[in-house]
């Protein structure tokens, strides 16, 4: 099987030393994306809705660039900075992710660049 590394500049570029994600056969894995802007890199919104909203958007074209979507996701793995946070994080969340793919949802101390919330994906290809 061989490795495919994802690269798009419609997502946030790594900020450390990542790649953006890979796709494993017919499987793609995303790093986690945090609501950066994709070309400036600051950080979009001050709520969580905001922040989730632009965080979707970066998963989006990360799954894109390798010819998938979000209704192709299998798993999530979801990081709140808050569990105050989950019922509106779950009411942006759910418009994108409809087909209800399995996930973890945790509180983390602390995210990058302070933000709200971090998602990955795993995801088809299909």
């Known amino acids: 099987m061989s490795l495919i590394r994802i690269s798009t500049d419609k997502a946030p570029a790594a900020i450390g030393p990542y790649s953006q994600g890979y796709i494993a056969g017919d499987l793609i894995f995303t790093s986690g994306q945090i609501a950066l802007d994709p070309v400036s890199g600051a950080v979009v919104g001050k709520t969580i809705e905001e922040q989730t909203e632009q965080v979707m958007k970066n998963l989006g074209a990360l799954l894109e660039a390798a010819g998938s979507n979000l209704g192709h996701a299998v798993k999530t793995t979801c ?9 509106a994080f779950n ?9 209800k793919p399995a996930r973890t949802c945790v509180a983390a101390k602390e995210l990058p660049k302070g933000v709200l ?9 299909g």
Do not use: P
């Not at 009411?91 to 087909?99: D, R």
């Not at 919330?117 to 290809?125: G, L, N, S």
């Open 79 to 87: 990081f709140l900075a808050d569990m105050k946070d989950f019922s």
């Open 91 to 99: 009411a942006v969340y759910e418009k994108y992710f409809t087909t």
């Open 117 to 125: 919330c971090e998602v990955e994906v795993i995801a088809y290809i």
